[in-house]
């Protein structure tokens, strides 16, 4: 009842409330007719009447009369009103059981053994699922955190749910700022991402692949919706170093280069000891240090393929 209303409003964890059902009352009844045949019975029940008991009442052939409650004082009131109207037996709970007792009324306690077995039940059921759940929240937070790509989770109000330490290093929220460590980060990350949120809503879909300069660092940022059901419940931002994604372009482009495209030959592979071969080793050679583009000329045949082989492999760049 109210006690539970109570814990359920000012506890952070979950609260399962002992329920009343239609069979505790009757149950109830029955023992309130049996201590007093043909008295007039109150009834007190949490938040509401039951409408049900009352369609109930002829068949029954008891005189009963039902009051509400919300509150302690709410309780008091109830069991005044009933003793006025002539009630001699009060059903209700414990409090509405001892106001009875006071006041010279007989009185039945509502709740019932099974009553109270179920809720243990619904409890124990509760936790089962509660653990599964935090289990499954810490194996995606340690999945999530081992990421290199920053990710940030937002509640559909734009509250942030969950940040991986990448996300941070990526923003610059690790570091100190002035000598001291950032005290708000939820703050920063609404600040930072906060426009990125807001234009993807506006759209009302996803802002993929934008370039983003934060400080000295180009990102790739993604802002997509999560979707429930059918229905939007939230975002996740992902960040990703425009550096990193370069890396990963150029050893895909190396990795998936046609064979025929590779670079063989070295400089060391040009045979001869003439003064213009001698002269052509040294010009490669420098052009090679530099990233200078070089031009190479002359005739078919002459060996402007392997040289320009040998100055790729020469150079700090023979692996791109």
Same mark, same amino acid.
């Given at each position: 009842g109210s006690n539970g209303a109570y814990l359920r409003e000012h506890l952070s964890v979950p609260v399962v409330m002992v329920k009343v059902n239609g069979f505790d009352v009757l149950s109830a009844i029955t023992r309130a007719? %049996? %201590? !007093?045949?043909? %008295?007039?019975?109150?009834?007190?029940?949490? &938040?509401?009447?039951?409408? &049900?008991l009352a /369609?109930?009442?002829?068949? @029954?052939?008891? =005189? *009963?009369? $039902? =009051?509400a409650y919300r509150s302690v004082d709410e309780v008091r009131t109830a069991v005044n009103d009933l003793a006025a109207e002539g009630c001699r037996v009060i059903i209700g709970p414990g409090m509405a059981c001892d106001l009875a007792q006071q006041a010279g009324l007989d009185s039945v306690f509502l709740y019932s053994l099974g009553a109270?077995?179920?809720?243990? +039940? !619904?409890?124990?059921?509760? %936790?089962?699922?509660? !653990? $599964?759940? &935090?289990?499954?929240?810490?194996?995606?937070?340690?999945?999530?955190a081992h990421l290199r790509d920053g990710v940030a989770a937002f509640d559909d109000a734009g509250q942030l749910e969950a940040v991986n330490p990448a996300m941070l290093d990526l923003l610059g929220l690790t570091g100190d700022r002035h000598g001291d460590r950032h005290r708000d980060v939820p703050a920063e990350l609404a600040r930072t991402l906060g426009?990125? *949120?807001? &234009?993807?809503? +506006? =759209?009302?879909?996803?802002?993929? +692949? !934008?370039i983003e300069q934060i400080g000295e660092r180009s990102l790739i940022v993604n802002c997509v919706p999560i979707l429930e059901q059918g229905a939007r419940s939230g975002s996740v931002v992902t960040v990703q170093d425009a550096l990193v994604a370069q890396r990963i372009d150029r050893s895909l482009r190396t990795s998936q280069r046609p064979k025929h495209l590779v670079a063989r030959h070295r *400089? /060391? /592979?040009?045979?001869? +000891?003439?003064?213009?071969?001698? =002269?052509?080793?040294? @010009?490669a050679r420098a052009g090679a240090a530099h990233d200078a583009t070089v031009l190479l000329t002359g005739e078919s045949g002459t060996g402007k393929e392997l040289v320009a082989q040998g100055i790729h492999n020469a150079s700090r760049r023979r692996g791109n």
């Open positions: 007719t %049996a %201590a !007093r045949p043909g %008295a007039p019975i109150g009834l007190v029940l949490h &938040e509401t009447i039951s409408h &049900e /369609d109930l009442g002829g068949w @029954l052939n008891v =005189r *009963l009369t $039902q =009051r109270v077995e179920e809720a243990f +039940e !619904r409890s124990v059921e509760l %936790a089962r699922v509660s !653990r $599964q759940k &935090e289990s499954k929240r810490v194996r995606l937070n340690t999945i999530v426009p990125w *949120l807001r &234009e993807a809503a +506006e =759209r009302g879909g996803a802002a993929e +692949e !934008r *400089l /060391d /592979d040009l045979i001869g +000891e003439s003064a213009a071969l001698a =002269r052509v080793r040294r @010009l």
